[in-house]
């Protein structure tokens, strides 16, 4: 019964919530700059691979030559090419990031959904298994896996950083959806007749959209750097490249020593620009999808 | 002695100003409990926020507001900060959400006082009367927010807004929330800090005419941020003038009436969008008497001694 | 039609659910076609569980609460489905009603989907207009709208007008107008008289007495999850016999009746007046006008 104007509640009178989220999106610096550079970055993975070598752990060129009109960001003490190894890398990193994200992503929004919905019983259980994995040492647990797994390639490594990072966005979604469920609407939807999955996917979840979109950016972004972290201690794929990888043999072969700067540079670079931008567009979503946080 | 003079205050947002005060100009007596009453959107929130402080999309766009001789620097918060509580105080809302929950109350209020720069020693035994006063136990004080009932925390707020006497109270549907048992011992509390005079003079906020025919001297009827009426509440509840006043008290069911026997009506249609707000009076659309002189905004004049109208037909 | 025998709720709370919190003790009425009762209570008083409840939107620990002779507790999915298509229920808050994502009609196309998946879009649409024109709303004023652009009563038209597509019988009204404006409330007030007067039956929950008065035909009156007093709202209001409801009337303001301290003394236990050693939950003290002990709940003796 306070009479707040109506001020804001009609402020996009003939428009809809995703256009005035997609009206502020556009205006929003973080958001677009952040957006940018994850994109040039996606393209170089994308395309970049098609126009250098096939195998980037060929011995093309001399070792240890600096970069030159031939080899871009010059090779490493063996002779591979480091452009064709960081384009190759940074292709497995996006790679990591989406599988790795969308794992964890959806795992946790099953688990979330069905805790805080279902509650009770159902719940307690659930609540139970994330917390205990929550508070696994998940480095520790990592290691020990990498370690017997024989063949690791840059799925499996996707695979388990997934199936580890999914607690967080579960206790997350859980938490909304235990006070949606409180609102009327749901209760309306059941008095429509609508079954459960409905109700969870069709009244809980547009509600969440914006959030869930950030858990997923989120996710990509720590996954990357997760994975850039495992491949840096040397847990990382045993066959391929990545640009965790291109780090953990720079720093074995003392490219920093050697002053070969064009060996870990474009690697290091390459995950704290993704991982940055996409922190930054986090933040400029925020700003796009809580209207109070919008610079008018 | 409340004067406001042609106050103006507009919220702005992407589209333009919303006047949500358009030119309010009345005056409340020493010792007058004033009702202000009105539907969503009227601008009486917007008005009793004015008095004490502007959110941030509010913007004091003009016209002056003077408390006992002095002018209230209504648009500066900085300046502002050393009138209230001890000038003018506020009872909110929700006054459940104005209580920090982690502090016991009794260290809650002795850290507001001595902010203010009064020892909590001199107000103490103060305190103490105006729990009596409210009905509350003096055990209160050790307590966490969380374990008094909204009726009680409603007390509670009314006895720290009006610890250093302010001269002026407003107090902002402080019942709307409640059970109806409890509302009327809040409203009668609340009438008490008058009766003892404890405050000078009062504004009480709310959408209700029937609560604040009990306790008001006054009430003052607002439409689409404009005044449309003001007289003794007596007056406002028997003769009144405007038409908008008197659909809305006709609109009130009463305890005894069926809609078999007598069946209410409720005003057609809506108060209208004040970005910007149509020419002349505002009620036009809405009103069953409106004539061709309603397209000339009616000034609010006094009528009778007391009574204040904003309509053609009644002036 | 609905007859509530004895329903209780009680829920678990405190640490590991070692206390029960009886939110709906042993409360039992009838409500027939055509008829509106005003279930009238404070906060905490279990109005809104036994709303819930009637919906099956809750469960009821103990006791019964049937539908045309059937336990609605036994309904499964297609025969859930089926008493949704005979009872229906508005809620206080218009704007939490509404997925604020979606537009507003939709709760509309929801009833479609499930109940009238084989209606062609024209026939659909004459069901709409027909349901919107019976609460007074202008389909192109509210169709195609999200639901912030929509003021309070028009929402709270839009769910009723929603329940009448269906072939309601019952209608529950959970504090439909307490957040609706004076001059709106009183319109969604007489939509509903009107509904009764098409043979509907009305649950009316409200906690203000002067509301529940004006439409019902009969009156429940709880307290902390008991009824107190209940029966025809003439003798309920005429005739208030506990001291709750006596505090409760002398508490609602009135124009034109100031507040006085008049003294409210109910006199001596009016229930123990007809059954001194106890009986029933309620004594009938009238034609049709049921009350407790005076006493409270927590302390079953009566001084």
């Given at each position: 019964?306070?009479?707040?104007?109506?001020?804001?509640k009609?402020?996009?009178?003939?428009?809809?919530?995703?256009?005035?989220?997609?009206?502020?999106?556009?205006r929003?610096?973080?958001?677009?700059?952040?957006g940018?550079?994850?994109?040039?970055?996606?393209?170089?993975?994308?395309?970049?691979p098609?126009?250098?070598?096939?195998?980037?752990?060929?011995?093309?060129g001399?070792?240890?030559?600096?970069?030159?009109?031939?080899?871009?960001?010059?090779?490493?003490?063996f002779?591979?090419d480091?452009?064709?190894?960081?384009?190759?890398?940074?292709?497995a990193?996006?790679?990591?990031?989406t599988?790795?994200?969308?794992?964890?992503g959806?795992?946790?929004?099953?688990?979330?959904?069905t805790?805080?919905?279902?509650?009770?019983?159902v719940d307690?259980?659930?609540?139970?298994?994330?917390?205990?994995?929550?508070?696994?040492?998940?480095?520790?647990?990592?290691?020990?896996?990498?370690?017997?797994?024989e063949?690791?390639?840059?799925?499996?490594?996707?695979?388990?950083?997934?199936?580890?990072?999914w607690?967080?966005?579960?206790?997350?979604?859980?938490?909304?959806?235990?006070s949606?469920?409180?609102?009327?609407f749901?209760?309306?939807?059941?008095?429509?007749?609508?079954?459960?999955?409905r109700?969870?996917?069709?009244?809980?979840?547009p509600?969440?959209?914006?959030?869930?979109?950030?858990?997923f950016i989120?996710l990509?972004?720590?996954?990357?750097?997760f994975?850039?972290?495992?491949?840096?201690?040397?847990?990382?794929?045993?066959?391929?490249?990545?640009l965790?990888?291109?780090?953990?043999?720079?720093?074995?072969?003392?490219?920093?020593?050697l002053?070969?700067?064009?060996?870990f540079?474009?690697?290091?670079?390459?995950?704290t620009?993704?991982?940055?931008?996409?922190?930054?567009m986090?933040?400029?979503?925020?700003?796009?999808?809580?209207?109070?946080?919008?610079?008018? | 002695?409340?004067?406001v003079?042609d106050l103006?205050?507009h919220?702005?947002?992407?589209?333009?100003?919303?006047?949500a005060l358009?030119?309010?100009?009345?005056?409340?007596?020493d010792?007058?409990?004033?009702?202000?009453?009105?539907?969503?959107?009227?601008?009486?929130?917007?008005?009793?926020?004015?008095?004490?402080?502007?959110?941030?999309?509010?913007?004091h766009?003009?016209?002056?507001?003077?408390?006992?001789?002095?002018?209230?620097?209504?648009?500066?918060?900085?300046?502002m900060?050393?009138?209230?509580?001890?000038?003018?105080s506020?009872?909110?809302?929700?006054?459940?959400s104005?209580?920090n929950?982690?502090?016991?109350?009794?260290?809650?209020?002795?850290?507001?006082?001595?902010?203010r720069?009064?020892?909590?020693?001199?107000?103490?035994?103060?305190?103490?009367r105006r729990?009596d006063?409210?009905?509350?136990?003096?055990e209160?004080l050790?307590?966490y927010?969380i374990?008094?009932?909204?009726?009680?925390?409603?007390?509670?707020?009314m006895?720290?807004?009006?610890l250093?006497?302010p001269?002026?109270?407003?107090?902002?549907?402080v019942?709307?929330?409640?059970?109806?048992?409890?509302?009327?011992?809040?409203?009668?509390?609340?009438?008490?800090?008058?009766?003892?005079d404890?405050?000078?003079?009062?504004?009480?906020?709310?959408?209700?005419?029937?609560l604040v025919y009990?306790?008001?001297?006054?009430?003052?009827v607002?439409?689409?941020?404009?005044l449309?009426?003001?007289?003794?509440?007596?007056?406002?509840?028997e003769?009144p003038?405007?038409?908008?006043?008197?659909?809305?008290?006709?609109?009130?069911?009463?305890v005894?009436?069926?809609?078999?026997?007598?069946r209410l009506?409720?005003?057609?249609?809506?108060?209208?969008?004040l970005?910007?707000?149509?020419?002349?009076?505002?009620?036009?659309?809405?009103?069953?008497?409106?004539?061709?002189r309603?397209?000339?905004?009616p000034?609010?004049?006094?009528?009778?001694?007391?009574?204040s109208?904003?309509?053609?037909?009644?002036s | 039609?609905?007859?509530l025998?004895?329903?209780?709720?009680?829920?678990?709370?405190?640490a590991?659910?070692?206390?029960?919190?009886?939110?709906?003790r042993d409360?039992?009425?009838?409500?027939?076609p055509g008829?509106?009762?005003?279930l009238?209570?404070?906060s905490?008083?279990?109005?809104?569980?036994?709303?819930?409840?009637?919906?099956?939107l809750t469960?009821?620990?103990?006791?019964?609460?049937?539908?045309?002779?059937?336990?609605?507790?036994?309904?499964?999915?297609?025969?859930?489905?089926?008493?949704?298509?005979?009872?229906?229920?508005?809620?206080?808050d218009?704007?939490?009603?509404?997925?604020?994502?979606?537009k507003?009609?939709?709760?509309?196309?929801?009833?479609?989907?499930?109940y009238?998946?084989?209606?062609?879009?024209?026939?659909?649409?004459?069901?709409?207009?027909?349901?919107?024109?019976?609460v007074?709303?202008?389909?192109?004023?509210?169709l195609?709208?999200?639901?912030?652009?929509?003021?309070g009563?028009?929402?709270?038209?839009?769910?009723i007008?929603?329940?009448?597509?269906l072939?309601?019988?019952l209608?529950?009204?959970?504090?439909?107008?307490?957040?609706l404006?004076?001059?709106?409330?009183?319109?969604?007030?007489n939509?509903?008289?009107d509904?009764?007067?098409?043979?509907?039956?009305?649950?009316?929950?409200?906690?203000?007495?002067s509301l529940?008065?004006?439409?019902?035909?009969?009156?429940?009156?709880?307290r902390?999850?008991?009824?107190v007093?209940?029966?025809?709202?003439?003798a309920?209001?005429g005739?208030?016999?506990?001291?709750?409801?006596?505090?409760?009337?002398?508490?609602?303001p009135?124009?034109?009746?100031?507040?006085?301290d008049?003294?409210?003394d109910p006199?001596?236990c009016?229930y123990?007046?007809?059954?001194?050693?106890?009986?029933?939950?309620?004594?009938?003290v009238?034609?049709?006008?049921?009350?407790?002990?005076?006493a409270?709940?927590?302390e079953?003796?009566c001084?």
């Amino acid at each position: 019964m306070s009479d707040d104007p109506s001020a804001t509640k009609d402020a996009f009178t003939a428009s809809g919530t995703g256009r005035e989220a997609l009206f502020f999106a556009r205006r929003n610096r973080k958001l677009v700059g952040g957006g940018v550079v994850v994109l040039v970055f996606l393209l170089v993975a994308l395309t970049g691979p098609w126009f250098t070598t096939d195998d980037p752990l060929a011995y093309v060129g001399p070792p240890g030559a600096g970069p030159s009109g031939e080899f871009w960001f010059g090779t490493t003490t063996f002779g591979q090419d480091v452009l064709a190894q960081f384009v190759h890398g940074l292709r497995a990193t996006f790679f990591v990031g989406t599988v790795a994200a969308l794992i964890a992503g959806v795992l946790g929004m099953v688990v979330g959904f069905t805790a805080g919905y279902r509650g009770g019983l159902v719940d307690e259980v659930l609540t139970m298994i994330t917390n205990v994995v929550l508070v696994l040492p998940v480095l520790a647990v990592l290691m020990i896996i990498a370690a017997y797994l024989e063949v690791r390639n840059i799925e499996v490594q996707a695979l388990i950083i997934g199936l580890f990072s999914w607690p967080w966005v579960a206790r997350a979604v859980r938490a909304q959806t235990l006070s949606l469920r409180a609102r009327e609407f749901v209760d309306l939807a059941r008095l429509s007749g609508a079954p459960v999955r409905r109700i969870v996917f069709r009244e809980i979840a547009p509600n969440m959209a914006s959030y869930l979109f950030m858990v997923f950016i989120l996710l990509f972004g720590g996954s990357v750097l997760f994975a850039a972290t495992l491949d840096f201690i040397g847990l990382g794929p045993t066959d391929g490249v990545s640009l965790g990888l291109m780090l953990n043999h720079a720093k074995q072969w003392s490219a920093m020593d050697l002053g070969m700067w064009w060996w870990f540079v474009p690697p290091g670079l390459g995950i704290t620009s993704v991982v940055g931008a996409l922190y930054i567009m986090n933040v400029g979503l925020d700003e796009v999808f809580n209207p109070k946080l919008r610079e008018t | 002695m409340l004067h406001v003079d042609d106050l103006r205050v507009h919220y702005r947002t992407l589209r333009g100003d919303v006047r949500a005060l358009d030119g309010v100009s009345f005056s409340v007596a020493d010792r007058e409990i004033m009702g202000l009453v009105g539907e969503s959107g009227s601008g009486k929130t917007t008005l009793g926020k004015s008095l004490i402080r502007l959110d941030g999309r509010m913007r004091h766009v003009g016209g002056t507001v003077t408390l006992d001789g002095t002018e209230l620097p209504i648009g500066d918060d900085g300046r502002m900060n050393a009138f209230r509580f001890n000038d003018v105080s506020i009872v909110p809302q929700y006054a459940m959400s104005a209580m920090n929950p982690t502090r016991r109350i009794g260290t809650m209020i002795r850290e507001l006082v001595t902010s203010r720069g009064i020892r909590f020693d001199t107000v103490r035994s103060e305190l103490d009367r105006r729990l009596d006063l409210v009905g509350l136990d003096r055990e209160v004080l050790d307590r966490y927010p969380i374990e008094l009932s909204g009726g009680m925390k409603q007390r509670m707020v009314m006895v720290i807004s009006t610890l250093l006497n302010p001269k002026l109270l407003v107090a902002d549907e402080v019942t709307s929330a409640l059970d109806v048992s409890t509302q009327r011992a809040v409203a009668l509390a609340l009438a008490g800090f008058r009766d003892r005079d404890l405050v000078h003079a009062m504004i009480v906020i709310t959408h209700d005419v029937s609560l604040v025919y009990q306790i008001a001297d006054t009430i003052l009827v607002m439409y689409a941020g404009k005044l449309a009426e003001k007289a003794p509440t007596d007056v406002i509840v028997e003769r009144p003038l405007h038409p908008y006043t008197r659909a809305l008290i006709a609109a009130l069911p009463e305890v005894g009436v069926q809609y078999a026997g007598k069946r209410l009506t409720g005003i057609p249609g809506g108060p209208p969008s004040l970005r910007p707000p149509p020419p002349g009076c505002r009620f036009r659309d809405r009103c069953p008497v409106a004539f061709d002189r309603c397209a000339e905004q009616p000034p609010f004049v006094e009528v009778e001694p007391g009574h204040s109208v904003a309509c053609w037909r009644a002036s | 039609m609905l007859r509530l025998d004895g329903v209780s709720k009680t829920y678990k709370v405190g640490a590991l659910a070692r206390k029960d919190l009886h939110a709906v003790r042993d409360v039992s009425f009838e409500l027939r076609p055509g008829e509106v009762v005003s279930l009238i209570g404070e906060s905490g008083s279990g109005k809104s569980t036994i709303g819930r409840m009637i919906l099956r939107l809750t469960r009821a620990t103990s006791g019964t609460i049937t539908f045309d002779g059937t336990d609605i507790a036994t309904l499964r999915r297609g025969s859930l489905k089926e008493y949704y298509r005979a009872a229906q229920g508005v809620f206080q808050d218009p704007f939490s009603t509404f997925n604020p994502v979606f537009k507003a009609d939709r709760v509309l196309t929801m009833i479609r989907q499930v109940y009238f998946p084989g209606t062609g879009d024209v026939e659909w649409r004459g069901r709409v207009d027909d349901a919107l024109s019976a609460v007074s709303l202008n389909p192109d004023q509210v169709l195609d709208k999200y639901p912030h652009q929509l003021s309070g009563g028009q929402l709270q038209r839009l769910l009723i007008a929603r329940a009448l597509l269906l072939d309601i019988r019952l209608l529950v009204a959970d504090e439909v107008i307490s957040m609706l404006d004076a001059s709106t409330r009183i319109d969604v007030l007489n939509l509903l008289a009107d509904l009764k007067e098409r043979g509907l039956a009305v649950l009316f929950i409200t906690h203000d007495l002067s509301l529940g008065n004006y439409l019902a035909d009969r009156t429940v009156i709880l307290r902390r999850g008991s009824v107190v007093e209940c029966g025809a709202t003439s003798a309920v209001f005429g005739d208030p016999v506990h001291p709750y409801t006596r505090t409760l009337l002398a508490s609602v303001p009135r124009l034109g009746i100031r507040w006085s301290d008049e003294d409210l003394d109910p006199g001596p236990c009016r229930y123990h007046a007809v059954h001194p050693g106890g009986g029933p939950p309620l004594a009938e003290v009238g034609d049709d006008h049921l009350v407790a002990c005076f006493a409270g709940n927590d302390e079953r003796e009566c001084v």
